[in-house]
C-alpha cells in the first residue's frame, strides 16, 4: 500500500497542475513500480478533484460573461494623484505599474461596471477639499472618456446596457462638498452619482465611525438637522448615499430618513471580523427593515458591498480567498444573498488577500463562491442585479420627487465656522446719529456761506468792469 507520504506527494502534484490527466498519473507510478500499490479510490478522488476544479473555472468564466461585475469602490484615481499628479499623458492606463487597477486587468477580472471614487484627504477639511474633489472628478472624466474601453455612465439604464466597462463617480467624504448644498448639486452635474457621508473625518452634520482625526467632535448628535437634509437633498437629486465610513449611530440615523435604499460601497461582516468599518449584525438588517414603531417596519432593501482589503477580512493577517468568502456567507446567512455586492477597495488599501492581489482576481472569489454552492442566481444578483435593483430605486424616489424644490437651507456659521469660511452679509446704509447729524448741518451752513461771499465779489468785479 502506497505510504501517506507518497499519496501526499501525488496530490501535491496534481494541486499544482502538472499532471494533465489521470493516464499520465499512471504512466509516472508505473515508472517509480508502485502503480501495484495505489488505491484505486486516490485514482477516483484525483478524477473528482480534476473535473470538479476544471468546471468550476469553466462555470466562473460563464457565468461572469454573463454578467459582468459591478464593483462599488476603486481607489484609481487617488493613486493617480500620488504617483502621476494626475497627468494622464504620461501612463497608459492599458497597464500600470505600483497599482492594482489598470485596463487589462480589469478585463481580465470580467469587470463590466466600477465606482471610481473621487477622495481627498480628511486634512482638506476647512480648507481646499472641494478644489481637491473637482480635480479628482476631472482626472475620472477624462479617463473614462478618452480611453475607448470605458464610458462614462450617469444612469441605471446606461449602466446595465454598457458593453465596455463602464464609470461610476463616487464622493468618498461629505468633507467635500463643504457643508454646502449648492456644490452637492454642482457635483451631480458633473456626474457624481454616490456619496460616502464622511470618511475618518467627522463632518459638522455627520458622525465618522473613525476616531482619527478630531474635526466636530459632538456627543448625542450623530446626523444633524443639516446633515438631514443633505439626506433629503440627496434623495431628491438620484444620488446614492453610501454609509461606509459612517458611524453606527449616523448609519441608523440615516435608515430611518432615508426614502431611497442605502449602500455600505466597501464594508465587511463585523460578526467575522471586529474592525470599526465593519457592518454588525443589528445594522445589517435594518439594511431590509427599519422598526418605525412597536408594530411597523418600514422596508429599505439596502446593500452591502464587501470590501476585501485584508485589514478588514481576517482581521490583522493576510488572509486568503477562503477568508474572504467567509464574509459573504455570513452576511448571507444575515440578511439573504440579493442584498450582497463587491466593493472590494483596490488601490484604497495596500493589502489583500492571498490569489486577490489586484482586480484581476475576482474569478478566484467567485470560483470559492460556487464551491460553497452558491447558486448561479445569487452570483448573479452579487456580480451586479443587485446593485443595479439600488441604483434604480434611488431613481425611482428621485422621480417621486421631481416636483420638490432643491434645498436652500444653509448651515449656521457656528456649526461650520473655520478661518477659511468667508460669511457674505449684505450692505447695511449708515444711518448718522443726532450729534454727527447737527455737525454735517453746520459745514453746510459754512460752505454755504463762503459761496455765497465768493458770488458777490465776482458780481462786484463784474460791475466794475
Not at 270 to 297: G, I, K, Q
Not at 323 to 330: E, G, K, N, R, T
Not at 431 to 448: C, E, H, M, R, W
Request: aromatic share 8%.
Amino acid at each position: 500500500m502506497a505510504t501517506g507520504l507518497e499519496v501526499n506527494w501525488f496530490v501535491n502534484v496534481a494541486h499544482a497542475g502538472f499532471m494533465r490527466d489521470c493516464e499520465m498519473l499512471s504512466l509516472l507510478l508505473a515508472k517509480r513500480g508502485k502503480l501495484h500499490c495505489i488505491h484505486q479510490r486516490v485514482l477516483f478522488v484525483f478524477m473528482l478533484f480534476k473535473i470538479t476544479s476544471g468546471s468550476l473555472k469553466e462555470n466562473t468564466a460563464e457565468l461572469m460573461a454573463k454578467y459582468p461585475l459591478i464593483d462599488g469602490h476603486n481607489d484609481l484615481a487617488l493613486q493617480l494623484r500620488i504617483l502621476h499628479d494626475n497627468r494622464l499623458g504620461l501612463i497608459d492606463l492599458h497597464n500600470i505599474s505600483n497599482v492594482a487597477t489598470d485596463i487589462n486587468r480589469l478585463r481580465a477580472g470580467h469587470v463590466g461596471g466600477q465606482v471610481f471614487a473621487a477622495y481627498v484627504i480628511c486634512s482638506a477639511q476647512e480648507k481646499d477639499a472641494v478644489r481637491l474633489t473637482l480635480e479628482q472628478i476631472d482626472v475620472v472624466r477624462r479617463m473614462c472618456t478618452e480611453y475607448e474601453e470605458f464610458e462614462l455612465v450617469t444612469s441605471a439604464q446606461a449602466l446595465r446596457s454598457s458593453k465596455k466597462i463602464a464609470c461610476l463617480i463616487s464622493i468618498e467624504g461629505g468633507h467635500a462638498i463643504d457643508s454646502s448644498l449648492s456644490a452637492l448639486r454642482m457635483f451631480y452635474q458633473l456626474g457624481v452619482r454616490s456619496m460616502a457621508l464622511t470618511h475618518n473625518c467627522n463632518t459638522p452634520w455627520a458622525e465618522s465611525s473613525s476616531k482619527l482625526y478630531q474635526f466636530y467632535s459632538r456627543k448625542n448628535e450623530s446626523l444633524t438637522n443639516f446633515g438631514k437634509v443633505v439626506v433629503a437633498e440627496m434623495n431628491r437629486l438620484g444620488m446614492m448615499i453610501d454609509l461606509s465610513h459612517s458611524s453606527r449611530g449616523t448609519a441608523e440615523a440615516v435608515l430611518r430618513l432615508s426614502r431611497a435604499p442605502v449602500v455600505f460601497s466597501h464594508s465587511s461582516a463585523f460578526a467575522v471580523c471586529a474592525h470599526e468599518r465593519n457592518v454588525p449584525d443589528e445594522l445589517l438588517r435594518t439594511l431590509l427593515f427599519f422598526r418605525v414603531s412597536a408594530s411597523s417596519l418600514k422596508e429599505k432593501k439596502g446593500l452591502v458591498m464587501v470590501n476585501l482589503h485584508s485589514g478588514f477580512v481576517a482581521c490583522g493577517g493576510k488572509g486568503n480567498v477562503s477568508v474572504a468568502a467567509d464574509h459573504f456567507d455570513h452576511i448571507k446567512n444575515v440578511i439573504g444573498a440579493e442584498y450582497i455586492g463587491i466593493g472590494a477597495d483596490y488601490d484604497g488599501a495596500k493589502q489583500f488577500p492571498y490569489g486577490l492581489e489586484d482586480v484581476s482576481k475576482y474569478p478566484a472569489l467567485i470560483e470559492e463562491l460556487l464551491r460553497r454552492n452558491w447558486t448561479d442566481a445569487e452570483l448573479a444578483g452579487l456580480l451586479r442585479v443587485n446593485f443595479l435593483r439600488v441604483f434604480e430605486a434611488v431613481e425611482r424616489v428621485r422621480d417621486e420627487l421631481v416636483a420638490s424644490r432643491p434645498a436652500e437651507e444653509e448651515i449656521p456659521l457656528s456649526e461650520a465656522a473655520n478661518p477659511c469660511r468667508l460669511v457674505l452679509r449684505p450692505t447695511k446704509a449708515v444711518i448718522p446719529s443726532d450729534s454727527s447729524a447737527s455737525l454735517n448741518t453746520g459745514k453746510v451752513v459754512q460752505i454755504s456761506l463762503l459761496l455765497f461771499a465768493l458770488c458777490a465779489v465776482l458780481v462786484q468785479q463784474t460791475v466794475l468792469m
